[in-house]
């Protein structure tokens, strides 16, 4: 009775995942900084905030902290300097909060995911309009080297709710890479 009870919580927990990641792929394909796209941002960065802790992903749980803060700040009317004081802040708080918990030494690749989670605290606070080029290169290289630890996460610990972080973080990339590429091929 039990096995079913946790397998059923298991689906509908991959199930919320996949659900934020839609939500936060139609927020990638809205009007730039749009109301909807801050709400499907924000909406699906607190769905893979539960999924991350529900399946006791704690580089995952931090990582979507600071993008879930993230979101919320897009909300609110404050300078560059504000954010990324809150932002890379709050990554370095999250972080503080892997080594004592000593997840470094369970998780091996943990390390990746941190730098990872730092690039893309710094390019959210980045103002795309001011700085492209730096937007660009902080949150696509972070989100690379996310994609790359939920994929070594998928492949070695068998971790199927990684594919959602994965695919999200690959497809979140894309866009701010072809941004710093493009200014540095016109510059």
């Known amino acids: 009775m039990i096995e079913k009870e946790e397998k059923k919580g298991n689906n509908l927990v991959f199930f919320m995942g ?7 792929l139609i927020g990638v394909f809205s009007e730039p900084s749009s109301l909807l796209q801050k709400i499907l941002f924000f909406v699906g960065a607190i769905g893979l ?7 006791k992903q704690k580089m995952l749980f931090v990582l979507q ?6 979101s919320f700040l897009a909300f609110m009317e404050i300078g560059g ?17 892997l080594v004592k918990t000593k997840n470094y030494q369970k998780d091996k690749f943990g390390i ?21 080029a730096y937007f660009g290169l902080f949150l696509g290289s ?3 080297l996310v ?15 990684a594919i959602i972080w994965f ?12 941004i710093f590429i493009s200014v540095v091929m016109s510059g």
Request: charged content about 5%.
């Open 18 to 24: 996949i659900a934020s990641m839609i939500l936060l």
């Open 49 to 55: 905030t539960v999924v991350a802790h529900s399946n």
């Open 65 to 70: 902290v600071i993008i879930s803060l993230g």
């Open 81 to 97: 300097i504000e954010k990324y004081i809150l932002l890379i802040g709050s990554s370095v708080v999250c972080i503080a909060y």
């Open 112 to 132: 990746v995911c941190t730098i990872g989670l730092t690039l893309i605290a710094a390019g959210m606070a980045t103002d795309a309009n001011q700085s492209p």
């Open 142 to 144: 972070g989100g690379l």
């Open 147 to 161: 994609a790359l630890y939920s994929c070594m996460d998928y492949y070695l610990n068998s971790n199927k709710i």
């Open 167 to 178: 695919v999200l973080n690959l497809i979140f990339a894309i866009n701010p890479l072809l």
